[in-house]
């Protein structure tokens, strides 16, 4: 698609931090936008009147013009513009002023990149993806385009009375629910319908997201369950293998299979998280180290010897602890040390890890805690410290 028949989306923030991760971020291939960018809803409205804008996402809270101020004068001089508002401080008040004055959608920050870029697309009428019923293929085979396609959308399956949703975010399986169920495992419920009915469509919002594993993974985990369901209904008395003995571990393999996918899962979904805090502008190291500084998992630029920050940092956290416990102060959250080159932050992860956080001087340091206070749940259960 040439440049000048590109949507153009205007990122209005005072943050510079939040401007450089959208403008770097947002476009992809399958979003091939023209990223402008402001600092300000003066310098927004400016932009309007010489340029033509397709998409406007703006923070709420900002010096001068505010986020809601911004979209009405906007949608005044601009009648046809779409306006995504972004706030860290959500509240029911303010979700009700942006969908009062015109307001497409609303994010909390931080936000997944995929789901403003899924979000985006909305907004921007490009999601123009057939929506119908399919007959006459797998429910993998399916899933496996949703996958390949990058595709933002729904598949609504039905098989009798029963029903499932399965909702995909630029091709990544996000949730899924059936029978009351969320998850993965509503997905294994619904991989076990044997048959019936696909719908696609476009649902007016994705949900939060209960599954973070790959489809690759999911589908052969669910296909591994099935043989062993089906391995138990042949044992049963009267069933198809009734009275065969398959011999000593026939099974083995399963189990170990298993353990083995579920690791690597685990491993791949770790790097995903701290791979959230080396996308925000200045933070060059995100590291995962146990308390007695063996490096557990990093992600850090070429050159950084993340086993040897693991040593060290494990005895900054240590005495930062004791001094806590020294004065009384309760367990610790957080603690920083500001150097001349930046600062390093120590988050405890669990019982028996803390996470490392290299940054540059000019980090944003409240997008850093947000995003620590966001993941180190997600951090401390994925790695099962």
């Given amino acids: ?20 991760t959208l403008q770097k971020n947002l476009p992809n291939e399958n979003l091939q936008v023209v990223v402008m960018t402001a600092s300000s809803g003066e310098e927004a409205l400016a932009i309007l009147k010489e340029s033509r804008v397709d998409l406007i996402i ?8 505010s986020g809601v101020e911004l979209l009405i004068a906007a949608r005044r001089c601009c009648p046809g513009i779409g306006v995504i508002v972004m706030t860290a401080y959500p509240s029911a008040e303010s979700k009700s002023e942006v969908l009062e004055n015109g307001g497409l959608g609303f994010i909390e920050k931080p936000f997944d990149i995929h789901e403003m870029r899924a979000s ?9 993806s057939f929506a119908g019923k399919i007959s006459g ?24 009375d029963r ?36 719908e696609t469509f476009e649902p007016a919002a994705f949900p939060g997201r209960t599954i973070d594993a790959p489809v690759d993974v999911l589908l052969l985990k669910g296909t591994m369950m099935a043989d062993e369901e089906e391995g138990d209904l042949a044992r049963e008395p009267g069933g198809a293998a009734s009275g065969q003995d398959d011999g000593p571990g026939a099974d083995a393999g399963y189990p170990a299979a298993m353990e083995s996918l579920q690791e690597e899962e685990k491993m791949d979904e770790l790097k995903q998280l701290l791979t959230e805090f080396t996308n925000l502008n200045g933070v060059n190291t995100a590291c995962l180290v146990g308390r007695d500084g063996f490096l557990l998992e990093s992600i850090a630029l070429s050159g950084v010897d993340t086993e040897m920050i693991g040593a060290i940092a494990s005895s900054g956290f240590g005495a930062s602890e004791a001094m806590g416990n020294q004065l009384q102060k309760g367990g610790m959250s957080m603690t920083m040390v500001e150097y001349e080159n930046g600062p390093v932050m120590l988050s405890p992860v669990g019982d028996e ?5 290299i940054a540059d001087r000019d980090a944003n340091l409240g997008m850093i805690r947000l995003k620590i206070k966001k993941h180190v749940r997600a951090i401390e259960e994925t790695s099962g410290v």
């Fill in 1 to 20: 698609m040439e440049t000048a028949d590109r949507k153009k989306v205007l990122i209005v923030d005072d943050e510079e931090d939040m401007i450089w």
């Fill in 353 to 357: 890890a803390f996470l490392v956080i």
């Fill in 58 to 65: 703006t923070d709420i809270k900002m010096p001068g013009i």
């Fill in 120 to 128: 985006v697309r909305q907004a921007l009428g490009l999601d123009s």
């Fill in 163 to 198: 029903e499932g949703v399965l909702y995909f975010l630029e091709g990544s399986l996000v949730h899924a629910t059936c029978d009351g169920l969320e998850g993965e495992e509503a997905f294994y419920r619904i991989m076990r319908f044997g048959g019936g009915q696909i």
């Fill in 137 to 160: 293929l797998q429910l993998a085979d399916i899933i496996q385009v949703s996958k390949l396609s990058h595709a933002s959308t729904a598949l609504r399956i039905r098989a009798g």
